[in-house]
């Protein structure tokens, strides 16, 4: 009989349930009891979802309060020391204060700097940086993970705990040390004793199974933590507990025959970003060894190819002997819950999708038809619906634009270049815009109050008619241009109230994207995005962005920001047609916002920001594969900015990224300033830029809007003079490190007050 299980299931519940509990409990509208009773039932629930679709074997230890590497460094014991921790067990305000520096938002509740935040590999997921040091001391300082399991087990679960490899948490980790730097492989040692004790009582609890995710294996890797695999992996080896060593994100490459050697049970390896791999693994495990196979994709939401996953699975019975398991490719967090949420979507595009529950079914329909064949009460019409999903996709010609691949056809190297260079243009744009030294502004969105969801709720609904909705929003922009005024900031942005989302907004004003009512995913703790669907050639049919942005110049006689999101950055945070290249999706896109940047321009405006917030984070993991992608990102970004004249500057954003790899690719894309988030790396990002002598100017994030934490106007001098050792003063911009949308009015006042202060106090000092 096939086996089939699952990596990880999405946490936050199909109505974001626990986003609402975990932000009550911040905001002390709920106590921790209350909390916990909630988490329990997500559980539960979604135990019970995976139980009912068939599957063997169930994860538990996925769910999380905020994310899985923070809570692997709290059961590991890795609290920094500013945290006060007292050395027992972690409890659920010391997780929350190590990830947002306050476990709640009342004043009792002593604000501390929050541990660095960045990416999960290339995908829109973030993670709290493990923070280590040369005397580190590892012991088991949580309960969390063991009381999960003893739930499971409770309810007659066949429970297979959930760790992060020992390997990856440490890869992850930073060091932060007085004494300076070091080889963080020499805590390996002492990290895998606490594994070890980690592993000895989940087999008293009679756990049979237990997953250790290691996708690290995917990477380029030194030799030495090559080694150090082996090393890990023959210490952690047991007869009385069977390790399933799971990797994802893609191919395991010149670690395929480590991975396949390792001492333990079973290796999960992800078949849709790796098919190629699927043979040479056979080939290399022992034959003792599971094999899991991640044939459903768990990073996007298009319909399996079941007959192709059948084909493989076939393929891998003829090749030899192995157990084989059958999975998704990995945890199925990055997928929405479930798609029978969806009651307005029409039935042929429903048709072309799986969200998460529809994958465990895919799964399921793959167990009968291997089971019981492909003409079973069960297989047979699933397989039917697949093939006709997929022929739907193919035909459609809602999906494919003439008009669309015409244009696209007519790109040239000239629409990729600005008419001088930089130098030049930078003494125009000074000349017209006549900043003061250190220019204050924001990233772009200010707070959305709750009465503002509420008007874009009844304009949407048809409860608020159109010429109400405009002037309601417009009587909102111009409050938050005089509050900008009266703070003293130099460049405004008229604050987004129109914008539920920074992707979602523009999508749903393009051609080819459809959008969902409940297909939440999770971003980082509470904040949850709803991806766009990109499932056609994309177009612009009007201007988007102009009339509100025109509507907020005419306000103030400052310079006033266009606001749009680069061409990159949708295609990143959407989930993104697979029929074609996403080198073609993404130049679709920026043909259609370089038309809008052309208006905005038009209209007046001569300061126009295109964040490409998400530019790194798709990065490939293997650096061979690097510079395909940064050439068509890049092309993609000036294809869209370099309409403009001189006099007009060109801003973008990036959000949590390590730029020293890829800072030639930023560089040429030719911004005229670009605004970074560098609050909670203490400006260390800023030694890219200091390196490789970045030419054009810098706005580096001087405070963590991811914080309730309202910075110091000392705290902000401090990083613009570290900021100021690495790029040349002159050159650089104040600002907060990313949009203010998810924070409260007082804290933005307070926050951008002590900000324009700081700045003030630079220049006196220049």
Same mark, same amino acid.
């Given at each position: 009989?096939?086996?089939?299980?699952?990596?990880?299931?999405?946490?936050?519940?199909?109505?974001?349930?626990?986003?609402?509990?975990?932000?009550?409990?911040?905001?002390?509208?709920?106590?921790?009891?209350?909390?916990?009773?909630?988490?329990?039932? %997500?559980?539960?629930?979604?135990?019970?979802?995976?139980?009912?679709?068939?599957?063997?074997?169930?994860?538990?230890?996925?769910?999380?309060?905020? *994310?899985?590497?923070?809570?692997?460094?709290?059961?590991?014991?890795?609290?920094?020391?500013?945290?006060?921790?007292?050395?027992?067990? &972690?409890?659920?305000?010391?997780?929350?204060?190590?990830?947002?520096?306050?476990?709640?938002?009342?004043?009792? *509740?002593?604000?501390?700097?929050?541990?660095?935040?960045? !990416?999960?590999?290339?995908?829109?997921?973030?993670?709290?940086?493990?923070?280590?040091?040369?005397?580190?001391?590892? !012991?088991?300082?949580?309960?969390?993970?063991?009381?999960?399991?003893?739930?499971?087990?409770?309810?007659?679960?066949?429970? =297979? @705990?959930?760790?992060?490899?020992?390997?990856?948490?440490?890869?992850?980790?930073?060091?932060?040390?007085?004494?300076?730097?070091?080889?963080?492989?020499?805590?390996?040692?002492?990290?895998?004793?606490?594994?070890?004790?980690?592993?000895?009582?989940?087999?008293?609890?009679?756990?049979?199974?237990?997953?250790?995710?290691?996708?690290?294996?995917?990477?380029?890797?030194?030799?030495?933590?090559? $080694?150090?695999?082996?090393?890990?992996?023959?210490?952690?080896?047991?007869?009385?507990?069977?390790?399933?060593?799971?990797?994802?994100?893609?191919?395991?490459?010149?670690? /395929?025959?480590?991975?396949?050697? %390792?001492?333990?049970?079973?290796?999960?390896?992800?078949?849709?970003?790796?098919?190629?791999?699927?043979?040479?693994?056979?080939?290399?495990?022992?034959?003792? !060894?599971?094999?899991?196979?991640?044939?459903?994709?768990?990073?996007?939401?298009?319909?399996?190819?079941?007959?192709?996953?059948?084909?493989?699975?076939?393929?891998?019975?003829?090749?030899?002997?192995?157990?084989?398991? /059958?999975?998704?490719?990995?945890? %199925?967090?990055?997928?929405? &819950?479930?798609?029978?949420?969806?009651?307005?979507?029409?039935?042929?595009?429903?048709?072309?999708?799986?969200?998460?529950?529809? !994958?465990?079914?895919?799964?399921?329909?793959?167990?009968?038809? %291997?089971?019981?064949?492909?003409?079973?009460?069960?297989?047979?019409?699933?397989?039917?619906?697949?093939?006709?999903?997929?022929?739907?996709?193919?035909?459609?010609?809602?999906?494919?634009?003439?008009?669309?691949?015409?244009?696209?056809?007519?790109? #040239?190297?000239?629409?990729?270049?600005?008419?001088?260079?930089?130098?030049?243009?930078?003494?125009?744009?000074?000349?017209?815009?006549?900043? @003061?030294?250190?220019?204050?502004?924001?990233?772009?969105?200010?707070?959305?109050?709750?009465?503002?969801? +509420?008007?874009?709720?009844?304009?949407?609904?048809?409860?608020?008619?159109?010429?109400?909705?405009?002037?309601?929003?417009?009587?909102?922009?111009?409050?938050?241009?005089?509050?900008?005024?009266?703070?003293?900031?130099?460049?405004?942005?008229?604050?987004? @109230?129109?914008?539920?989302?920074?992707?979602?907004?523009?999508?749903?004003?393009?051609?080819?994207?459809?959008?969902?009512?409940?297909?939440?995913?999770?971003?980082?703790?509470?904040?949850?995005?709803?991806?766009?669907?990109?499932?056609?050639?994309?177009?612009?049919?009007?201007?988007?962005?102009?009339?509100?942005?025109?509507?907020?110049?005419?306000?103030?006689?400052?310079?006033?920001?266009?606001?749009?999101?680069?061409?990159?950055?949708?295609?990143?945070? #959407?989930?993104?047609?697979?029929?074609?290249?996403?080198?073609?999706?993404?130049?679709?896109?920026?043909?259609?916002?370089?038309?809008?940047?052309?208006?905005?321009?038009?209209?007046?405006?001569?300061?126009?920001?295109?964040?490409?917030?998400?530019?790194?984070?798709?990065?490939?993991?293997? =650096?061979?594969?690097?510079?395909?992608?940064?050439?068509?990102?890049?092309?993609?970004?000036?294809?869209?900015? #370099?309409? &403009?004249? *001189?006099?007009?500057?060109?801003?973008?954003?990036?959000?949590?990224?390590?730029?020293?790899?890829?800072?030639?690719?930023?560089?040429?894309?030719?911004?005229?300033?670009?605004?970074?988030?560098? $609050?909670? #790396?203490?400006? +260390?990002?800023?030694?890219?830029?200091?390196?490789?002598?970045?030419?054009?100017?810098?706005?580096?994030?001087?405070?963590?809007?991811?914080?309730?934490?309202?910075?110091?106007? +000392?705290?902000?001098?401090?990083?613009?003079?570290?900021?100021?050792?690495?790029?040349?003063?002159?050159?650089?911009?104040?600002?907060? *490190?990313?949009?203010?949308?998810?924070?409260?009015?007082?804290?933005?006042?307070?926050?951008?007050?002590?900000?324009?202060?700081?700045?003030?106090?630079?220049?006196?000092?220049?």
């Amino acid at each position: 009989m096939t086996t089939t299980h699952n990596l990880g299931f999405p946490r936050i519940g199909k109505h974001r349930e626990l986003k609402r509990a975990v932000e009550a409990y911040w905001a002390g509208e709920l106590d921790a009891a209350g909390l916990e009773a909630v988490g329990r039932d %997500l559980r539960r629930r979604h135990w019970q979802l995976q139980g009912d679709a068939g599957l063997d074997r169930i994860p538990v230890g996925d769910f999380s309060w905020y *994310d899985q590497v923070l809570d692997m460094s709290c059961l590991l014991g890795v609290v920094p020391p500013r945290f006060d921790w007292d050395g027992g067990e &972690v409890d659920l305000d010391t997780l929350f204060r190590m990830a947002r520096g306050r476990a709640r938002n009342d004043a009792g *509740d002593t604000p501390v700097d929050a541990c660095e935040m960045t !990416k999960w590999f290339d995908t829109n997921y973030h993670y709290i940086v493990p923070e280590v040091r040369r005397d580190q001391v590892f !012991k088991i300082s949580s309960n969390r993970l063991f009381a999960e399991v003893d739930e499971a087990l409770a309810l007659g679960i066949d429970a =297979r @705990p959930v760790i992060l490899g020992p390997l990856t948490w440490l890869w992850l980790a930073k060091v932060r040390d007085p004494a300076g730097d070091f080889d963080r492989l020499e805590l390996l040692d002492d990290l895998l004793a606490v594994y070890g004790e980690i592993l000895n009582r989940l087999a008293e609890k009679g756990v049979q199974w237990v997953q250790v995710d290691e996708p690290i294996l995917v990477l380029d890797l030194p030799r030495a933590w090559q $080694s150090a695999f082996e090393t890990a992996y023959n210490r952690l080896q047991r007869r009385d507990l069977k390790l399933l060593l799971a990797t994802y994100f893609g191919e395991l490459g010149d670690n /395929l025959r480590l991975a396949a050697t %390792l001492p333990v049970a079973g290796l999960h390896i992800d078949v849709v970003r790796g098919e190629d791999q699927l043979i040479n693994v056979l080939d290399h495990a022992a034959t003792y !060894k599971v094999i899991s196979l991640g044939l459903i994709n768990g990073r996007n939401i298009w319909r399996s190819d079941l007959d192709r996953c059948l084909q493989l699975v076939e393929q891998a019975r003829r090749k030899g002997e192995h157990e084989l398991w /059958l999975a998704p490719s990995c945890s %199925l967090l990055h997928v929405p &819950v479930d798609l029978d949420e969806e009651t307005d979507l029409d039935d042929e595009l429903r048709s072309w999708l799986a969200f998460a529950v529809q !994958k465990l079914d895919e799964l399921r329909v793959l167990k009968a038809a %291997l089971d019981e064949g492909p003409d079973s009460e069960v297989a047979r019409p699933a397989l039917a619906a697949a093939r006709a999903a997929s022929a739907s996709r193919r035909d459609s010609t809602r999906i494919h634009k003439p008009a669309v691949r015409e244009r696209l056809a007519t790109i #040239s190297e000239d629409m990729l270049q600005r008419r001088s260079p930089y130098a030049a243009r930078r003494e125009k744009q000074r000349q017209w815009l006549d900043l @003061p030294a250190f220019p204050t502004t924001t990233i772009g969105s200010f707070p959305q109050t709750p009465r503002i969801r +509420e008007l874009r709720r009844d304009y949407r609904q048809g409860r608020l008619a159109e010429g109400d909705y405009v002037q309601a929003m417009r009587n909102e922009i111009q409050r938050v241009v005089r509050k900008q005024e009266e703070l003293g900031l130099d460049v405004l942005a008229h604050g987004e @109230p129109e914008r539920n989302d920074m992707v979602e907004y523009f999508g749903e004003q393009l051609d080819g994207f459809a959008f969902t009512r409940n297909g939440w995913v999770q971003s980082y703790g509470t904040r949850c995005v709803k991806p766009p669907i990109i499932y056609g050639d994309v177009s612009r049919p009007r201007p988007m962005t102009v009339d509100w942005i025109a509507y907020a110049q005419s306000c103030t006689e400052r310079p006033m920001k266009g606001m749009l999101t680069g061409p990159v950055t949708i295609l990143n945070w #959407s989930f993104a047609r697979d029929d074609q290249p996403r080198a073609d999706t993404a130049m679709q896109i920026a043909l259609a916002l370089r038309d809008e940047v052309l208006d905005l321009e038009a209209a007046g405006i001569r300061i126009i920001q295109i964040d490409e917030a998400a530019l790194r984070e798709r990065l490939p993991l293997r =650096r061979r594969d690097w510079q395909a992608y940064l050439d068509w990102a890049v092309r993609a970004f000036r294809l869209t900015a #370099s309409s &403009v004249a *001189d006099e007009t500057q060109i801003h973008t954003h990036m959000c949590y990224s390590e730029f020293n790899d890829i800072i030639a690719a930023i560089a040429d894309m030719d911004a005229d300033v670009i605004t970074i988030e560098t $609050s909670r #790396s203490n400006m +260390e990002l800023l030694d890219a830029f200091k390196d490789f002598r970045y030419p054009n100017e810098i706005g580096p994030g001087v405070y963590d809007i991811h914080s309730p934490n309202v910075p110091t106007r +000392e705290h902000i001098v401090g990083l613009m003079k570290k900021a100021a050792q690495r790029v040349d003063a002159g050159r650089l911009w104040v600002n907060p *490190d990313c949009g203010l949308k998810t924070r409260q009015w007082p804290e933005v006042e307070a926050a951008l007050k002590t900000m324009v202060e700081a700045a003030r106090e630079l220049r006196a000092g220049a």
